[in-house]
Each structure stands twice: as structure tokens, then as C-alpha cells.
């Protein structure tokens, strides 16, 4: 979506490695978000960011750390991927008043 | 915290048919309530959202939801589906007047529209 860019967009990885995900906004938006999408379980909270430098966990957090710099940009670690981090990754962002805008994903395969 | 339970994760319908898509959630606090829509191999899509004012909120391709609080309901419906209509559709809630918490979604339904 306009505004909102993820990359990589597709990623191969190997288990044990780290692994870095970025989510990049030109909206100047507060808040950001991951999460995962996985079939038959939706969309689930990893983490989310309410500032620079404040972040709080969501739903399904272990295995990840995230952090935030500056407003527009929101990074996600996979400290040491396993294959049950192999997901879609969906970044989004928010505003007070304007909604949500998600990002087209990151296709994660850890192998 | 808030929970949305999709009560079917599969609907099959022909082509100009009806359609509902059932949602429910569960919450202590007053909510926000929306509908997304992913196409395959894409990301997701605002449908439609309830924040206040009239229960019924309509998008611009013909669905419609309507906020239910006694039933904690939130049900998508569409008079007539086309084949385009096929994709997953998430329903999510967020607490209301507590800034931007995180949206909740349900796990999905998987709309198939048949010719």
C-alpha cells in the first residue's frame, strides 16, 4: 500500500540464522505492528510499536525482538530462525482518526 | 482483551447468490469493529469499519455489516456475490477511545464464488 513498504518481500533462510525484517512508512504514522499470518490461525500479534523506542509484545512474541529508531521505520529480529517461523509477515501502522494500513507482507521460508 | 471468533472458515456460494459471513467477538470494553478482504497472494484490504453512528455500514462494492451489541455480532452480508468476491475475509476489533491498540482478528473465512 501507498505509504507502507516491507522488504524483503520473499526470503529463503536457513534455521539458526538471524534474520532481519524491515517495515518502512512515509505516513509519519505513531503506531506500528507485526504480525504473522499462518492458515487456519488468522493474523497474530508479534509485536507492535506505540513511539520511537517504545514497543510492547503481542500474542506470539517468543523468538522475536523488534526495534524502532526513528518513527519511520519498524524492524523485526528472528534471532535464530526456526522452520515454525515460516510465515507471511504483515506490517501495519495506525493513526488516532486514520485507520490502519497494512503492508503487502514478507514471504519467510526457514529451511 | 478482546477475542473474534469467525464461525466458518469455509463458504462455497454461486455466482449471484446471497452470502453472510458470520463474526462474533468478545470484549469488557466497547470496540471498533472491521472487515478486511486479502485476495490471493496479496495483502489486506480495508472492506468496511464500524466506529459509531448508524449500526449498518456499507462498503463500495455492495457489502454490507451490521453491529450488533446486543449479540456481539458483526455479520458481512453481500445480495448478490460475483466471482471477484472470491477471497479470504478477516474480521478484527480494537478497544475503542484507548488510542491505537492493536487490531484482534478472527482467523478467516475463505469465500469461493462458483460459476
Known amino acids: 500500500d501507498a505509504g507502507i513498504t516491507q522488504s524483503p518481500r520473499h526470503k529463503v533462510t536457513e534455521t539458526g540464522t538471524p534474520v532481519t525484517l524491515r517495515c518502512h512508512q512515509t505516513e509519519n504514522h505513531r503506531y506500528m505492528y507485526w504480525y504473522r499470518q499462518d492458515p487456519g490461525h488468522g493474523l497474530r500479534l508479534i509485536h507492535y510499536s506505540y513511539g520511537v523506542k517504545d514497543t510492547d509484545k503481542g500474542e506470539v512474541s517468543d523468538g522475536y525482538s523488534v526495534s524502532r529508531s526513528k518513527t519511520e521505520d519498524f524492524l523485526l529480529t528472528l534471532e535464530s530462525a526456526t522452520s515454525s517461523q515460516t510465515s507471511v509477515y504483515f506490517c501495519?501502522?495506525?493513526?488516532?482518526?486514520?485507520?490502519?494500513?497494512f503492508g503487502s507482507g514478507t514471504r519467510l521460508t526457514v529451511v | 482483551a478482546q477475542s473474534v471468533t469467525q464461525l466458518d472458515s469455509q463458504v462455497p456460494v454461486f455466482e449471484e447468490a446471497p452470502v453472510e459471513l458470520r463474526c462474533n467477538y468478545s470484549?469488557?470494553?466497547?470496540?471498533?469493529l472491521f472487515w478486511y478482504v486479502q485476495y490471493p497472494n496479496q495483502g489486506l484490504q480495508l472492506l468496511l469499519k464500524y466506529l459509531s453512528g448508524s449500526t449498518l455500514v456499507e462498503s463500495i462494492n455492495g457489502f454490507e455489516a451490521e453491529f450488533n451489541k446486543s449479540q456481539t455480532s458483526f455479520h458481512l452480508r453481500k445480495p448478490s456475490v460475483h466471482i471477484s468476491d472470491t477471497a479470504e475475509y478477516f474480521c478484527?476489533?480494537?478497544?475503542?477511545?484507548?488510542?491505537?491498540?492493536?487490531?484482534?482478528f478472527g482467523k478467516g473465512t475463505r469465500l469461493s464464488v462458483i460459476a
Open positions: 470484549s469488557s470494553v466497547s470496540v471498533y
Open positions: 478484527a476489533v480494537s478497544e475503542r477511545n484507548s488510542g491505537n491498540t492493536p487490531l484482534v
Open positions: 501495519a501502522i495506525s493513526e488516532l482518526g486514520a485507520g490502519y494500513t
